[in-house]
């Protein structure tokens, strides 16, 4: 596959919070993914977790990982953030540290970098047309986040707060990224477009976890979304 610049080595970011029951089948799953002959950095960051996560996290195998450490919950927001930081590989992928979202997708997500000189590529939960929901308050939610991006940027985005979140990470380093919680999404995504920098979009697979499986996102993380949007279009 031809590699139009030269990308070697991708970035795996997992912000984990008390993932215990998940963290170790995950960092399976990722370590076996697919990355189309990218050398793969894997960087778990334990937000502040008050279960087994970062007992967990301690006996997994130290070849390509990198272990961050928060020493009290700051939010996924900061989680992606420290995991940035910490970052050395040309493309940087957002993964989260459930079982929500499935690394056998990689190749899709790489594609467009490797093939096509993207800079960012988000995996979006509607294109697919096939994927189930958390429920239907949720999926309502994220559909006002991403139909107030495209009023707010000119945009024709289908999901804005999808977890899968690919960049290039020269860019990526460049944005002054001001988020702690779920505001990560429309913040990032914000910048983004007012660079007119275009983000493709391409169909991924998920399986979403509900509040009583350990869902974290809440009514409030709407509103920051809402306000961040805002904010970065009028440069406060």
Same mark, same amino acid.
């Given at each position: 596959?031809?590699?139009?610049?030269?990308?070697? !080595?991708?970035?795996?970011?997992?912000?984990?919070?008390?993932?215990?029951?998940?963290?170790?089948?995950?960092?399976?799953?990722?370590?076996?993914?697919? !990355?189309?002959?990218?050398?793969?950095?894997?960087?778990?960051?334990?937000?502040?977790?008050?279960?087994?996560?970062?007992?967990?996290?301690?006996?997994?195998?130290?070849?390509?990982?990198?272990?961050?450490?928060?020493?009290?919950?700051?939010? =996924?927001?900061?989680?992606?953030?420290?995991?940035?930081?910490?970052? !050395?590989?040309?493309?940087?992928?957002?993964?989260?540290?459930?079982?929500?979202?499935?690394?056998?997708?990689?190749?899709?997500?790489?594609?467009?970098?490797?093939?096509?000189?993207?800079?960012?590529?988000?995996?979006?939960?509607?294109?697919?047309?096939?994927?189930?929901?958390?429920?239907?308050?949720?999926?309502?939610?994220?559909?006002?986040?991403?139909?107030?991006?495209?009023?707010?940027?000119?945009?024709?985005?289908?999901?804005?707060?999808?977890?899968?979140?690919?960049?290039?990470?020269?860019?990526?380093? =460049?944005?002054?990224?001001?988020?702690?919680?779920?505001?990560?999404?429309?913040?990032? !995504?914000?910048?983004?477009? =007012?660079?007119?920098?275009?983000?493709?979009?391409?169909?991924?697979?998920?399986?979403?976890?509900?509040?009583?499986?350990?869902?974290?996102?809440?009514? =409030?993380?709407?509103?920051?979304?809402?306000?961040?949007?805002?904010?970065?279009?009028?440069?406060?």
């Amino acid at each position: 596959m031809p590699n139009q610049k030269n990308y070697k !080595t991708l970035s795996i970011i997992i912000s984990a919070f008390n993932e215990e029951a998940t963290i170790e089948e995950l960092f399976k799953r990722v370590k076996n993914a697919n !990355t189309l002959g990218l050398k793969k950095e894997i960087i778990i960051v334990d937000d502040g977790s008050v279960d087994d996560t970062l007992k967990i996290l301690k006996k997994l195998p130290k070849k390509n990982l990198k272990l961050v450490f928060h020493s009290k919950n700051k939010g =996924k927001g900061a989680g992606v953030r420290s995991g940035i930081k910490a970052s !050395t590989g040309d493309i940087i992928l957002i993964q989260d540290a459930d079982l929500e979202y499935h690394p056998n997708q990689y190749p899709k997500l790489l594609r467009p970098f490797l093939k096509k000189n993207a800079k960012v590529v988000y995996g979006s939960r509607e294109l697919s047309g096939k994927n189930r929901h958390s429920s239907a308050v949720f999926h309502l939610g994220g559909r006002m986040v991403t139909t107030l991006t495209n009023l707010l940027y000119g945009s024709s985005l289908t999901d804005v707060s999808t977890c899968y979140k690919v960049f290039d990470s020269k860019l990526i380093k =460049k944005i002054p990224l001001r988020c702690v919680r779920f505001e990560f999404c429309p913040e990032v !995504t914000a910048h983004i477009l =007012k660079r007119d920098i275009d983000i493709v979009e391409v169909p991924i697979t998920y399986s979403p976890r509900s509040y009583m499986e350990g869902k974290k996102i809440k009514a =409030k993380d709407g509103v920051e979304a809402f306000y961040t949007l805002v904010r970065v279009q009028l440069g406060i």
